[in-house]
Each structure stands twice: as C-alpha cells, then as structure tokens.
C-alpha cells in the first residue's frame, strides 16, 4: 500500500533539546494524525489536524498542516527521557477513509 | 479519546490451528474498523477495511480466505487468523474512527506460530 515520507527516520537528541520531524506526500489530505507508538503497544494519537495551514498545540507538541495539504511538520520542544519511542505522522482523505501512515520516526533522547 | 480495547494481547499457536482477534470500541460506535499488520521496525500496512453488518475491504495482496473479518455489531470486529503458519506472525492492530474523524487504535496483538 501507499505509504507517506517521513524524516527523518531516526535520531538521537540530548535531553531538553527540541526536535522537528515531517511527512510528505505526493496526495493531498484532508486530515493528517500524528501518532506515538511504544515497543509492544499500539499507536497513540497525539495530535489531529484538519485544516490547511493548521498549527495545533498538545502540551510540549506541536504539529502543523502544511498548505499544500500534502505535507506536515511535528515539534517537540525540551525533550524529556519519556519521549523517547516511534513517531508516526497518517493521512486521510475523508472522515471514515481509509488511513496512510509515514514509514515513522525513531526518537532516541540521551538524558 | 475514545477506547478502543484489542485481545488478547499476544498469542503463541501451533501451524495449522487458527486464531481468533477481537476489537472492541468501549465508548463510541464504529461503523468502520481497520485491521493493520506491522513488522518488526516497520511501519503500519492497513490489511482491511471492517464494515459493520457487510463485507470486509481488502487491501490488494491480503487474502480474504486467509484473514477472515466479522464486524457483526457496531463496537465489535473480529480478525481470525486460518490455518496459521510462522510467516502469519506479526503485530496486529485495530482501529476505529470516533465521531470527530480521528482514529483510535488497540493495544495490538502479537502472534507468534510454531
């Protein structure tokens, strides 16, 4: 299946530090999720964004639709031992669409 | 947001028997469920669409037969594994739509065939 270009596709940062990750597409989304998953678990939804040019906030998150609609962007900022894990960005064309998900990225966070 | 209950959390069968996965929305009902399958350090690939009281979507390359999916009421869907054998061992995931259009996922489910 089709899936979405995420980067990077992984990366070590020093506690405290802030962290940029993005996904784009060659489709455009009406809705893009972003989500956290632990080894063993499922994926955690962190932030919904459904409007172009959207930037949302969740705590030290922070996401961004691009304008374009086919791209978005996930900060988080003074990053913390606990963030550590695989972030994936998905697409969605509509409400009860199928979703895409981003071939993920490994965060690493060195305390 | 929304709960979305999977089970049971990891499963170890012989080659040949078949396994039942159930996913359950706790607090919402879902017209739509997805079945997802993921490899070790690799990303989600979406095996099914789960379609209450009809027939299930699937992804090309995913053999209907093979995974079979009942979505008989709207807070339940189930996934059997048939006549497993070890290259059918993965990660399992479901997930649900809310009714604000994001997705929830279960906790997954892991299933190892000797």
């Known amino acids: 299946g089709q899936q979405l270009n995420q980067s990077p596709q992984s990366m070590f940062i020093q506690e405290g530090e802030d962290v940029s990750m993005n996904c784009t597409s060659s489709s455009i989304f009406n809705t893009w999720l972003w989500y956290k998953q632990d080894p063993g678990e499922g994926p955690v939804l962190l932030i919904a964004l459904y409007k172009a040019g959207e930037l949302t906030s969740n705590g030290r998150l922070t996401a961004q639709f691009g304008i374009t609609r086919k791209d978005s962007f996930l900060n988080i900022s003074a990053s913390i031992p606990s963030d550590v894990g695989i972030y994936f960005c998905?697409?969605?064309?509509?409400?009860?669409?199928?979703?895409?998900f981003g071939t993920g990225t490994k965060l690493q966070v060195i305390p | 947001g929304a709960v979305v209950s999977q089970h049971p959390s990891w499963v170890i069968c012989k080659s040949g028997t078949s396994v039942k996965i159930e996913c359950r929305s706790l607090d919402f009902q879902a017209t739509t469920m997805f079945w997802y399958r993921q490899f070790p350090k690799q990303s989600l690939m979406l095996m099914a669409t789960s379609n209450e009281g009809s027939k299930a979507t699937y992804e090309q390359g995913v053999e209907k037969d093979k995974f079979l999916i009942n979505h008989a009421s709207l807070t339940l869907s189930t996934l059997t594994v048939t006549s497993a054998h070890p290259e059918d061992s993965s990660f399992y995931i479901c997930?649900?739509?809310?009714?604000?259009?994001?997705?929830?996922f279960g906790s997954g489910t892991q299933l190892s065939v000797l």
């Open positions: 997930s649900a739509t809310g009714t604000d259009e994001k997705l929830f």
């Open positions: 998905a697409g969605r064309t509509g409400g009860y669409q199928k979703v895409t």
